[in-house]
């Protein structure tokens, strides 16, 4: 089993794709900003960056429903907001009593949390795109121009050349505990062993991942030092953005300041 | 496949902006020192083996164990990475492996990367190795001395995590400190033992087959005298804070005023124009109306430009 999946690039030739690394990050930085600093409640607002994302990702031709199916999978995280409609004060909504105490929800509280929802979901989208349509070597390039030590970017490069690697490794270590002791997680299968004794064996498992992460690892320095490796790590001048990309990346500021203001204005 | 989000990333839309910016620039100074400690430690193998430790903890995060009822333990990895490389290795490894869950799989976000970074990254790694070293020291070589240092890291590491994402939460004014303080540490406090557990096994594992790697804490003498200190300070800080925050979110609330970052965490900090409204735009409901209007129009607008780019591009064929 191969763990290509993983990687979440969709090659394409859009005009998304093909918008330089650097530019692109930057926009999504600025995307992300922009609709952290507008403030609660400014509907129009959402409405018009919602749009921007949206059409952006029409552009990059992978389909409208693409990102908005993945989107989904990042709101669990919403529940830790929802005490929110609770304890923002305001007109009440609605009250529920269970047996002594009772449990108001307000309006404000609820305009609050939608609020909140609905940034969380549209900056998520900005970084779906962004790691949808740029290849991972590139996105490094832009890590490395937005000023990330050369150092952490070199390491993050060589986990991502080993991720895939050691992931198969992990999962050919659960298809063998599933052939020996059960299902893991499915409903149905009866469990091998006590709680215990389970977590043992997954123990086990990320204690044996580590040691042949670590024996890989030294093989890995070997054949960088056959290769000349002196510890540097080096890496080509990056090119220069040119002229289009600028004004790409002018316009996309432009565009994300007037909505700023305007959703202050409104 | 297997690969399952933790509730300890933040994802963007949930701390206030200030708050993201201040644990950026903690973050940056807590990796800008481990950079350079790195480089003394470990010298030219710095990178292959980071890199690779990186990839095994991610990877690592997919093996879990069922519990009950659906539910299973997952593995962080904070306090492995802390007890195979040492505390300033770990937090660089950290940052490299939370970075790429928020870059690749949205698994956190990017404005507030700083911010899990700092709680998963320097947090867990520096309470993990303080409780390491401390247990490690008082069992005088006996067996023990690592397999309950390392149960105990594990769990605190998830803890201090979870706590610190409530705190964040609270003063971002999401989540009141009362519930959120409760909730998360609860929660944590039950999957922190699933950590335990998993860290312990593969301690026992690492323990037979390469004694010399767990080894590693004797030999290399104090050199994170700093961050075991930065360790101790969280975890007490935590024990003491987190019930005072939680029976008293007024008084958070008030750390957050006398900071100036609770008009930052305010639901609509100011107006620009109060009561001034745009020429032709007489109320919020036409506002949005309008916006709607746009919305629609540009999107329909750029979906029209590719359709009819596609044909342009298919027609010479």
Known sequence: ?266 | MHYAPQPLHIPDGFLSVLVSIVFWLLTAAAVGYALRRVGKDLGDRQVPMMGVLAAAIFAGQMLNFSVAGGTSGHLMGAAIATILLGPWAAILVMTCVVSVQALIFQDGGLLVLGANIFNMGVVGVAVSYMAYQTLHRLARGAHWGPFAGGFIAAWLSIEASALFVALQLAVSRVSPANIAIPAMGGVHALIGIGEGLITLGALAFLYRARPDLVHAGDERPVKGRLIWAFGLLVALGLAVASPLASSNPDGLEWVAQQAGFLDAGRASPFRLIPDYLLPGVSNHALATILAGLLGTLIVFGVTLLVAYNRRARQAPD
């Open chain 1, 1 to 266: 089993m191969h763990i290509h999946f993983l990687d979440p690039f969709q090659p394409r030739q859009s005009t998304i794709h093909l918008l330089d690394p650097r530019v692109k990050l930057a926009l999504a930085l600025a995307f992300i900003l922009t609709t952290a600093l507008t403030p609660s409640e400014a509907w129009p607002a959402y409405i018009l960056l919602f749009a921007l994302v949206f059409s952006a990702t029409i552009l990059s031709d992978l389909g409208a429903g693409y990102v908005l199916k993945r989107s989904a999978l990042a709101l669990p995280f919403v529940l830790s907001a929802l005490p929110l409609i609770f304890t923002t004060e305001g007109a009440p909504l609605v009250s529920l009593s269970i047996g002594a105490w009772s449990l108001t929800a307000y309006q404000p509280g609820l305009a609050r949390f939608a609020s909140l929802a609905l940034k969380s979901w549209i900056s998520v989208q900005a970084g779906i795109l962004l790691a949808v349509t740029t290849p991972f070597p590139d996105l490094l390039v832009a890590l490395r121009s937005v000023g990330v030590p050369r150092l952490i970017v070199a390491v993050i490069g060589l986990m991502w050349r080993y991720l895939f690697v050691l992931a198969d490794e992990a999962l050919r270590m659960l298809r063998a505990r599933l052939a020996r002791s059960g299902g893991a997680g499915k409903a149905g299968l009866r469990k091998g062993g006590s709680l215990v004794w389970r977590a043992q064996v997954a123990g086990g498992m990320a204690g044996s991942l580590f040691l042949r992460a670590f024996e890989r690892s030294d093989r890995i320095y070997m054949a960088m030092l056959a290769r000349g490796y002196d510890g540097e790590a080096r890496t080509l001048p990056l090119a220069r953005i040119r002229p289009l990309q600028w004004l790409t990346l002018g316009v996309g500021l432009g565009i994300l300041t007037l909505l700023l203001v305007l959703a202050y204005l409104i």
